[in-house]
C-alpha cells in the first residue's frame, strides 16, 4: 500500500461529484410502450445507462445532455426510452456524453457527443467488431482478429497508437497488441485481455514511487505486472478464470474491499479471498454464478444496496436482490438485470432517478418502465411563518413542491423549468418540477423558458441560457423578447434584430421595435408604422399599420386610421377596420372587440357571437375568457355562458385547466367549470 500524495484523483472525484450532476425536465410524455420489455444485456457510466432487448433495440435512462439518449427535446430520464433509429443492435456501452452500440453485422454507431444532433452515426473505418468499451471521451473496440482499434480524445495516449496529444476521429489501431479476448476502459487508462491471460494497459497509468504515486502517459501497450489468468476487466477490477476477483487502485471509502478505509492507492491488484464463483463484475459490485450479488465501498447515496448509507470496506451479499445475469455500475448508482429480463436499480435518487420517493437511501427497485408524471405545477401563495409571506408550487397530485427555499415571487413553469426569486440572495434562478434547482446559475431578472431557452439580465444587460444554463452565444442586449420559431427579437444599439437558437444574428438589426414571432410571422415597426416579416426577414405584409398584435390565431388585430379590424397572413383584410378596440384569436375562434364603449366577441367573419356589454374582456383561453363588470371579473365559455359569479378582482389566463384567481378575502385556482380547486387566505403581513 503507498499514500496517495498526487492531487490528481481528489480533482477527478470532485469533477464527477459536482460538475458531472444530471439535470431533467419532469414535464414529458410517460413512457408505455416498454412495460412487458425482456432485456438480455445492460452498460451504464457516469449518470445514464443501456439496456438492449431480446429484439435488437436499444432502451436508454438518466442524462441526456448531449443527446446520448437519441433525443433533443429533454435532458434527462427518468425511465428507459426506445432509441430511434437503431436496431439489429448486439453489443452496448456508454460513456459520459456518448453511447455506442454495435450491429449485428459488425459496425460501430455512436449517439450524443455534443455532435449537433442525436442522430445514431455510423463511426467509419471498422467493422467486424466483438467487443465495445466506452470511456469518459474515447472509446475501444475488439475486432474479430484480435485487434484493438480506438477513437476519441488521445491526451494520455489512451488510443495505444504510439502518440499523445491529438485526438482521433477515426480508430487507429493499438500497436503491438494481437489475440485479444477482453477489453476496458477508464477514464484516461485502456486495459485489454489477450487468450493468455495476460493483461495490457496504456494511457494514464499510475506509477508509483516509494509514497508517492502519479500518473504517466504510456501511449504504446505495456504488461500489467502482478495480474494473470484474466478472464474480464471492468474499472479497477479484474474477474479471473478461476471465478475470483483481484482489486486495484484508488481506496475511497473502502472501495479497495479488503476492509482497509484509509485513503490510499493501491497499484498491485489484491485477491479478494471473500469472492468466489464470480461470473461477472462492475467496479465494487459483483455476480455469482447462482445470481447472487456482492457489494462494497462508498455508500453515501445507498449505492452498496443495502438500504444503508455507511460505507462497506468488505464486500457484503445483497439480500433484496437476486437471480442477477448483468451488473453495472455509473455515478452512485447500480443498475442490474436478472435472468429473467428485468432490471433493477439502487443509489443516488436525489433527482427522483430511481423513485418519486424522496429518500436517496434505495434497495435494489424494479426499474419502471412507466412513470407517474407530474404534468404541471401551479404557483400557490406559501406562508411558512406569520411574519414572512412567499410563493412555492402544487403539483398535479395536490403535492406541494419547493427546495426548501423561501421564493419572493415565482413565475409558471413553462417546458419543465419554473423561475424563482429567492430570498436567501434576491436573486432569479431555476428549478424543476420536483423543486430541485436545475443549475446553479442566478440572475438580477428573468423570463419564462420557449424552445429550451431563457432570457436572463445581469448587471450588463440581457442574454439567452439553455436547459442547463449554459449561455447561447456571447452578446448582450439592452432588451429582448422570447423566442418562437426558432427566432427572439434583440435590441442591439438602437435597431431590433433575431437571433437564432445558437445566439447568432439572423436578421440584421434594422427595425425601430419587434414582437416575437407567431405562426411564422413577426410585427415589426419601420419609419413610424407597423408590418409583418417572415422567418427569412422578408417583409410580407407592409408597414402601413399604427398598431397591431400577434397571429395567435387565423388572423391579427391592426389598427389602421383610428379604427382596429382583423388581417389574414396575406395582408389581407378578413374583417374590416371598425372597432374602437380590438384583442387577439386564439385556438378558440373568437375575439373580444369594444364596441360604443362595451367589450363583446366575434368570430373570424366579424359575426358578433356574444354581445357588448362588459367593461373589460381578455382573449380566450382554453375555451374559456374571463370578463368585466362594476370592477369585478368573471368566467364564460364560448356561447356567452357565466361559469361564475363577478367576484374576482384578478385572474390570469387558463393553464392546463386551471386559471389563478384573486378574490377580496382568498387567492387559488379554479378549474374549467368555475370550482375552487385550490383555495387559500390571502395572508395580509403586519
Known sequence: ?????????????????????????????????????????????????????????????????????????????????????????????????????????????????????????????????????????????????????????????????????????????????????????????????????????????????????????????????????????????????????????????????????????????????????????????????DGLVWSWGPNECGQVGDGTTEPRPRPIKLSKIDNVADITSGEEITVALTRDGKLYEWGNNDNGQISNESANIMPPTPVPMTRQIVAYALPIPWHPSDWTYAWTYLDDKGSIVKDHQVYFRVKPFSEGLAAVHRASNNLWTFINVNGEPAFSNNYKVVKEFHQGRAAVKDQDGWQFINTKGEFIGHDRYPNVDNFANGLAPVLKGKKWGYIDLSGKMAIAPQFSSAQSFANGLAAVKMNGKWGFIDTKGKVVIKAVYTAVGPFTGQAAAVNQNGKWGYINKTGVWTIKPQYEDAKAFSTTPLAPVKIKGKWGYINLEGKLLISPQYEDAAPFQEGLASVKKNGLWAIINSKGKLLTSFEFVEVQPYNNKFAWVVTKTDNGYIDSVGKWYYKDKIVKLP
Not at 455532435?115 to 467488431?129: C, F, L, M, T
Not at 467487443?131 to 482499434?149: E, H, M, P, Q
Request: charged share 20%.
Open 1 to 289: 500500500m503507498r499514500s496517495v500524495y498526487s492531487k490528481l484523483f481528489n480533482v477527478l472525484v470532485l469533477c464527477f461529484l459536482l460538475f458531472y450532476l444530471p439535470t431533467y425536465a419532469s414535464v414529458s410524455a410517460a413512457t408505455t410502450s416498454g412495460q412487458d420489455v425482456t432485456f438480455t444485456d445492460v452498460a451504464g457510466e457516469y449518470y445514464h445507462f443501456l439496456a438492449l432487448d431480446v429484439k435488437g433495440n436499444v432502451w436508454g435512462w438518466g442524462n441526456n445532455i448531449s443527446g446520448q439518449l437519441g433525443e433533443d427535446n429533454s435532458s434527462y430520464h427518468t425511465v428507459p426510452v426506445r432509441i430511434k433509429g437503431i436496431e439489429n443492435v448486439k453489443l452496448i456501452d456508454a460513456g459520459y456524453d456518448h453511447s455506442t452500440v454495435v450491429k449485428q453485422d459488425g459496425t460501430v454507431w455512436v449517439l450524443g457527443a455534443n455532435q449537433g444532433d442525436s442522430q445514431p452515426r455510423q463511426v467509419k473505418g471498422i467493422s467486424e467488431v466483438i467487443d465495445i468499451a466506452d470511456s469518459a471521451y474515447f472509446t475501444l473496440a475488439l475486432r474479430k482478429d484480435g485487434t484493438v482499434w480506438g477513437w476519441g480524445r488521445n491526451d494520455a495516449g489512451q488510443l495505444g497508437n504510439g502518440q499523445n496529444g491529438d485526438d482521433e476521429a477515426l480508430p487507429v489501431q493499438v500497436r503491438s497488441l494481437s489475440h485479444v479476448t477482453a477489453i476496458s476502459a477508464s477514464f484516461d487508462e485502456s486495459l485489454a485481455v489477450t487468450s493468455d491471460g495476460d493483461v495490457w494497459r496504456w494511457g494514464a497509468v499510475v506509477k508509483c514511487i516509494g509514497n508517492t504515486c502519479k500518473k504517466e502517459i504510456v501511449n504504446s501497450p505495456v504488461l500489467f505486472e502482478g495480474l494473470s489468468n484474466v478472464k474480464s476487466l471492468s474499472d479497477g477490477i479484474a474477474l479471473l478464470q478461476d471465478g475470483t476477483v483481484a482489486k486495484w487502485g484508488v481506496n475511497y471509502q473502502g472501495s479497495i474491499g479488503t476492509g482497509n478505509m484509509e485513503y490510499s492507492y493501491f497499484p498491485d491488484p489484491l485477491l479478494m479471498p471473500s469472492l468466489k464463483d464470480i461470473i461477472q463484475v462492475s467496479k465494487t459490485r459483483a455476480v455469482t454464478k
